[in-house]
């Protein structure tokens, strides 16, 4: 480690934030890589967010990334936005540059397809129609993600019909939005089923669907990574379906993110696997 080398500070910013596993993943990195730096936990409420992105540079960060809820709102906060995270909508990455202006970057898209295709060797997004449970900044980058891979049908559903009616006619073909009063049926003939909410993370009620008319074939996924196994992923895996936890997606989205900040491309080893692991 140079110590001549600046120390650069980055950190994951929501609310609530204590669960993330994010500052696991890239103090491993810092470390295995010889930087000065580290990457903290930054809880701010809601009507703080403004206040909280224009200081990362007062405080010396390079950047941080956005979880719930923040990832809509900070959109119109930052001066710079880059075109995926524009057509998302959506930011989950910052990026301070060299003049103290916020660039916003959204890596969930490439985080969450790049976990697919781990978790299934030979996944394709045209195998079939995917079903996304969801309409907040996360079921936004998977339906660009899905799309870009080659999706030919997503059927949107959401608890309220009219946020996921206002994301189908945003988006367009191949999106298409169905009554959550529809959605067990909605899973008839699904190659994909992801959720995107919040259901089923530690503290809170499991997401309310049942698997019955989904294909034997199809993968069930889920973004929620603590705990590692959801209620959802749970059932589909007593019932044989194959399964993807948040956990790849959370580590995917992870590397470009550090590769902007410290300049350098981190690698997904077994070590870091394990340190992760042993925080559940």
Not at 23 to 50: K, S
Not at 75 to 94: C, K, Y
Not at 107 to 120: K, P, V
Not at 173 to 188: F, T
């Amino acid at each position: 480690m140079a110590v001549d080398a600046p120390y650069k500070l980055a950190g994951v910013m929501g609310w609530p934030v204590a669960h993330s596993r994010s500052p696991v993943i890239h103090n491993h990195w810092i470390a295995e890589n010889g930087l000065r730096g580290a990457y903290v936990l930054l809880p701010v409420q809601p009507q703080n967010l403004e206040k909280a992105l224009r200081s990362l540079p007062v405080l010396g960060f390079v950047g941080c990334n956005l979880t719930i809820p923040h990832k809509v709102e900070a959109v119109r906060l930052i001066d710079h936005i880059e075109p995926m995270a524009s057509r998302i909508g959506a930011v989950n990455t910052i990026v301070v540059e060299a003049d103290g202006s916020l660039t916003g970057r959204n890596t969930d898209a490439y985080g969450f397809i790049q976990s697919l295709r781990d978790a299934q060797l030979g996944w394709t997004a045209a195998a079939g129609p995917a079903v996304v449970v969801g309409a907040g900044g996360a079921a936004r980058a998977i339906i660009v993600g899905l799309i870009d891979a080659g999706a030919t049908e997503i059927r949107l559903t959401n608890r309220s019909g009219a946020k996921a009616q206002d994301m189908a006619q945003e988006f367009g073909w191949p999106v298409q939005a169905v009554a959550w009063d529809d959605r067990h049926d909605a899973l008839g003939g699904a190659a994909l089923l992801v959720n995107t909410t919040s259901q089923g993370m530690h503290g809170e009620a499991p997401l309310d669907l049942r698997l019955d008319s989904l294909p034997v074939q199809a993968l069930v996924a889920d973004i929620i990574y603590v705990p590692l196994e959801t209620p959802l992923l749970a059932a589909a895996r007593q019932r044989g379906y194959r399964t993807a936890n948040g956990l790849g997606m959370l580590l995917n989205q992870a590397r470009p993110a550090f590769e902007a900040w410290f300049g350098v491309a981190p690698i997904l080893s077994v070590a870091l696997s394990d340190r992760i692991q042993a925080t559940f």
